[in-house]
């Protein structure tokens, strides 16, 4: 999840009004934040992903002070017509066809504001842009360059400006080879025949989206008027993360200028900071949350998280809700926030008046009568992962790899697959447990997962038991007697027991269960070789069948 | 007086007889018994004050291998001297060597204790001698224990235990260490014998026949030393984690849940976008999930479920929302994965019972791409309860969960507002830990949003939570690795209490 650092003295700045650390640590989480840290004079937050806004010292301000009521309502943020036009080349349609434009006028720009806006653009490009993929930002120095500005394309080997962090001019091809900015984003752009620019009048690169700015339009703390870019392939991506942006850095006391974007075919006037109308019917928001509130106090909450709402009609509102707030899809979203301007502090809890009896599922019942077997046998039970590695599961145990569920991406070489059957589990086991002492008598009671093409997922789990005894004098009588005990008492009739090879188990000393005409387990005297595969010195003899078949 | 055994009985009547102080080997030999029974006898009568144990440490000298053939053929550095008087008192080494037809193992040592010894001058490679010196100490222990075999070293004089010491260190002997026991007669105990004493017959197992024959009656059973420690058995039983299971299970059941249980192996349609999960969402990566290449395609649900779910996407479809506003695509969907949590299965479920009301739970296995470490596993428990009826509550969410911590034995828990793409409202809850004195993050929870309920037709609030069954394992277990819950160490299962508290 994001995270940010509210220094307090700038939080308090932004609040307009001094307040502890303790104080902030208090009410943050209330938001919906989760504390991660909390220092002499700061606070560090967690913000969920759909909360970009709190992303900047400005967004989080604007609803903690809502929370506490000391401002409520819709922050209004007024544009100031502009006279700087963006003009569209039609070449950028085939590689990231849409750009929209900001100006910020008479902003002071400190160090840490600086740090912040990076800071800021890094979590739109992860939370909004996907890592740049649907939008990405660029902050300019407007007085560097001049306008009007051309958002076109540039060929990859003639094409050159001086990248930030660099000095000389580099061809668009080098800097996707050798920028550090290129070589992690060159799959955006480099199967483009040509890459997108932001030009001025003069023809010089303001940027390269989604790649890096110029060296030409660098922000520093001298910069006093700021043009914002920001290109993507997704018209909302780039118009949720221009709203978001631009009222943050409204909030740090930039006024706002309109940029006009020109398009072969349409213009459009950025950015649009008008609120959004959303209806919401009260009863609803009453009966999800278990309230009875008055329509007044259904409308205090909203204007605790920053929105207005205005009558319509009977149990009717029209909410209205400001540019930054993307994460409002729907009017369940409107819900929530007159639960948080209300106070999930303030939420009672009551019971359901569901009436039901519970019950456990068969299968679960099914493993707990075995547990209750086994225990009486003697056998102490083991839990392990269904995640496992050929080595273990085949190779250790005499086995040929069949078809057995395979992970594309395994996090390591020890967990690859997912396992067919228990046994190889359990021989780990003793393998670990060798300094215990013997006799040692384990058993599991778990799932397997098995490829059939019938199934939906092409795969179904099936739950098996399977023992093993290690002492130096473990036999197939023992472990036959077990089986047959665990049978017996699972209540199953009409099962055999035969003959039969299986390469983990001795020849002439392992035999199939079989029942209903199918074969439903094995038992056996572990192979000599298998105990040596696992560095084992005492005989060791095992069952293992399958519970699903076997009922 | 107490009674006496057969063995202490019969332990007593040799001992007198053979003069009243006697080694416990002449006892053995003489009585016929055990070692152990005789030594087992001669305690108790020890106790009884009826003899006394005497113990001697005792070391006997034996020759090893090497040290029998220096015996035989006198020490190298003996034989090369030999050889240098015969050549004259002067030769070279290689000569003298020759000459005593030495082996070239012996070679070294041989000239390293003639240097040590003091037998030789040595000036370039060219030996010196006066004439041949006397028998050492050492010599004379190897020539004795070459004669009269092993020799307790307690009778040697100071200068032959030095030279035991010397040869020890050349590995020419062998020491052993043994306690020899000597056993005699007190005066109460010869008083005993002389006063003729008649022995108890004991049985120490009862057995079928004596019962049945009444016989018990007249035999003794022997007294057992109850303090004594017995062997240690452990007893079958369930793993630890297992018995959380079920008591979270429990809980569950108690409260009027059904459980339910689904596949591991799901498709992305289940596991993500029935939940609203848009289809560029992080959460989808590689880096999060585990797509399988075996199989590697599912199957997708009812026509009329997709269409629903990809136009809810798309553009909202009739759920009153704004959709996600991307183009939905059959093929991701189809993806074969390990769920990353339970809830897969229970929309499943729900899409299939769509009748109020639902109350389900399950306490099942979940996977994530987490690269294993003390606080993160990549397969693990999920706890997942759910309530689907007419006109339920976040409040009775909140309630519910309550109740359910409570049984759990966590009584402070709080609420508070969160975020989870398939839930609106939601929020989370946190426990406070009385003996950690620090608050848990337990689940999160909330009430299904339209845009997942409404393409399966399903038409009442689902009140739904969910959370890791581990940190409240580590908690109730009191283990701090998180590896450790799976490793199945026998030890730590065989000693953890079936009971806690």
Known sequence: ?551 | MSELRKNEHKTLLILEKLGGRNPVAKIVEASGLAHAAVMRAALTLSEKKLLQIHEQKRTTITLSEEGTQHAEKGLPERRLIRALVKLGSEATVEETVKEAALERDFTTIALGWLHNKNWVTMKANVLKTSKEPPMGFDEKLLNALYKKGPILIEGLSRELKDAATVLKKRQLIRMDDRTLRRLELTDAGLEIVKRGIKPVEEISQLTPTLILSKKWQKVKLRKFDVTAPGPVVYPGKIHPVQEIIQMVREAFLEMGFTEIRGSIVQTAFWNFDALFQPQDHPAREMMDTFYLTQPKEGRLPREKFVEAVAKTHENGWTTGSRGWQYKWSPKEAKKLILRTHTTAVTIHHLAEHREPPVKVFSVDRIYRNEKLDYSHLAEFYQIEGIVMDKNVTLRDLIGTLRQFYLKLGLERVEFWPSYFPYTEPSAQATAYVPELKTWIELCGMGIFRPEVVKPFGIKHPVLAWGGGLERLIMLKLGVDDIRFLYKNDLGWIRRSPVCRQ
């Open chain 1, 1 to 551: 999840m994001p995270a940010i650092t509210l220094n307090r003295d700038r939080f308090c700045s932004f609040i307009g009004r001094s307040m502890t650390v303790e104080e902030m640590a208090k009410w943050l989480p209330w938001l919906g934040c989760s504390l991660e840290e909390t220092g002499p004079d700061y606070v560090k937050i967690e913000f969920n992903p759909n909360r970009l806004d709190f992303s900047s010292y400005a967004g989080v301000a604007r609803a903690f002070c809502g929370l506490l009521e000391w401002k409520t309502g819709l922050p209004k943020y007024d544009v100031r017509k502009g006279k700087i036009t963006v003009n569209v080349d039609s070449t950028v349609s085939a590689v990231r066809p849409y750009i929209l434009g900001a100006v910020v006028q008479n902003i002071e720009v400190d160090e840490d504001s600086i740090a912040e806006l990076m800071e800021m653009q890094e979590d739109l490009h992860w939370g909004i842009g996907r890592d740049r993929r649907k939008a990405s930002i660029g902050v300019h120095n407007l007085d560097a360059v001049e306008p009007p500005f051309t958002y076109t394309t540039g060929d990859p080997d003639t094409s050159k400006f001086v990248p930030l962090e660099k000095t000389t001019n580099m061809t668009l091809k080098e800097i996707l080879k050798s920028h550090e900015k290129g070589t992690a984003y060159r799959h955006l752009v480099d199967w483009a025949p040509r890459y997108p620019l932001l030009i001025d009048k003069k023809g010089r690169v303001l940027s390269m989206p989604p790649i890096i700015n110029g060296e030409l339009t660098r922000v520093d703390s001298s910069t006093r008027n700021l043009l914002i870019d920001i290109t993507g392939p997704d018209l909302n991506a780039v118009t949720d993360s221009m709203n978001v942006l631009v009222t943050a850095l409204a909030d740090m006391g930039g006024s706002i200028e309109s940029v006009q974007i020109k398009y072969p075919n349409r213009t459009i006037v950025s950015p649009d900071l008008k609120p959004q109308q959303m209806k919401l019917r009260t009863s609803n928001a009453n009966k999800l949350l278990g309230l009875e509130l008055s329509e007044t106090q259904t409308m205090q909450s909203l204007r605790k998280c920053r929105l207005d709402a205005k009558r319509l009609g009977k149990e009717l509102l029209e909410v209205s809700i400001p540019p930054y707030r993307i994460d409002i899809l729907h009017e369940v979203d409107l819900v929530e926030e007159i639960a948080i301007g209300y106070g999930y502090f303030n939420l009672k809890p009551t019971e359901p008046a569901t009436v039901t009896t519970g019950r456990q599922h068969e299968t679960e019942e099914t493993a707990n009568h075995v547990r209750q077997i086994m225990i009486g046998l003697g056998f102490i039970e083991v839990m392990n992962y269904i995640l496992t590695n050929e080595v273990n599961q085949y190779e250790k145990m005499r086995k040929d790899s069949g078809k057995e569920v395979t992970l594309a991406n395994p996090v390591s070489a020890e967990f690859s697959i997912a396992r067919d059957d228990l046994l190889p589990s359990l021989m780990k086991n003793l393998a670990d447990n060798r300094h215990e002492s013997y006799p040692q008598r384990i058993f599991e009671v778990s799932d397997v997962i098995k490829i059939t093409e019938k199934a939906e997922t092409r795969s179904e789990r099936k739950l098996h038991v399977a023992a093993v005894s290690a002492h130096p004098s473990a036999n197939f009588t023992e472990i036959k007697s077990c089986t047959e005990a665990l049978l017996v008492n699972l209540g199953l009739t009409g099962w055999k027991i035969k003959e039969a090879r299986h390469s983990s188990f001795l020849e002439g000393r392992s035999a199939a269960i079989h029942a209903k005409r199918r074969k439903i387990g094995i038992l056996g005297e572990i192979h000599p070789e298998v105990l040596n595969n696992f560095e084992l010195e005492n005989p060791a003899s095992a069952f293992e069948i399958n519970l699903k078949e076997a009922r």
